[in-house]
């Protein structure tokens, strides 16, 4: 009889110790999402770099658990929006938050669609991108993706993309650099997330000289394509961009109204004769840039479908070479102009240009669909709408 009462206390004691296993669990994840980004004890900056991990490799497998505490850190409440991160392998990092008034399919569909440059949504930031699948394979961005149930497989597309990015805000630099790419969409605890992380493959291009031309609110740039800096003292300098990396993460934060919220971990290593000059507030710096911008463009009401900016793109993707190459031409004698009128440059210094036969066509059509998005949104563009649109 003895044993049969202790069995049957027992039985009650091990569900009861199980529920506190799992709030001992439960309380020592949400403990180490607490500990600040810049405290070594943080699981965060190890499990963005545990993604970094699975972008260069994609053998070793997606994380899922890493998944879930980027996540969770994202939609948690902070005080500050805005973070340093460790450094790894000798490259600062930092950590910025932003929301956006937009629902989640509109903020793919802008901002994820192979029928609408990336650069579109990022101008203050990129020139251009071009997203090529892995050798031997022919992976796309989708131009419409289809979200994920709650029991359902990540999607994950995996590519090299090569970015150009517009002059930087202090030193007037610009940069061209190869990336490997992974794109992550996926369902946690009913919220649909967007992972998209980045690894830098060499180093960059050599850094030449750029001038924001005006307001950079404008996103009219100039680019000489002389190496360099338009820094008073600093024109001589061979930068190179060494190493970067990073991981946005995008959550369907709200529902009314409609929100998504991004979460972008960012290291980089830049500088000159080997020796790293970036610091976390230059990094949060250029994130809070781009956040800007992507904020203005997604959340405007002049902002056109995507079904329109693809019908453009598409339009002017279809013109022959030689009638692209023509209207690149003026676009860029517009901005030499403009940048010798702002003295910044001296006209004897930039690189003469005899053609732009040679620049890929990927990359004119970007930059013409810059102009024509400009002008959609109320702004001016240094080219009239029809002759920038396809017409």
Known sequence: MRTLKANHAFGYRWPLITLIILLLIIFQHKSALAVSLTDAASPVPAAAMKLVGFCANPKVGLDAHAVAILVDYVLEHKTSKESDLPKIKETPGAYYEFDTRINFSSFLQYSYNNQVPSSLTSPSSLRYSVWTGLPGELQKIPASWKLVPPAGKPVIIYGLQ???????????????????????LLNHKGRQVFISISKQIDISDIGKKGVILGNDEDWNYFYSGVPGSTKAGLGWVKSYIYDFFAVGVYVESGSSPYMVRSGVFQWIRAGWSGVNFVQPTHIIKGMKRNAKTSKTILESPKLPAPGQIASTYKKLSSLPKNDLVERYAALQQARKSLAILSGKMDKNEIKKQDSYANTPKEQIVEELM????????????????QFVSGN
């Open 162 to 184: 090569h970015d150009g990015i517009t002059p930087d805000l202090t030193t007037g630099v610009y940069y061209e650099y190869d990336l490997k790419k992974t794109l992550i």
């Open 370 to 385: 810059l102009e024509y998005f400009k002008i959609t949104l109320g702004k001016s563009s240094l080219l009239g709408k």
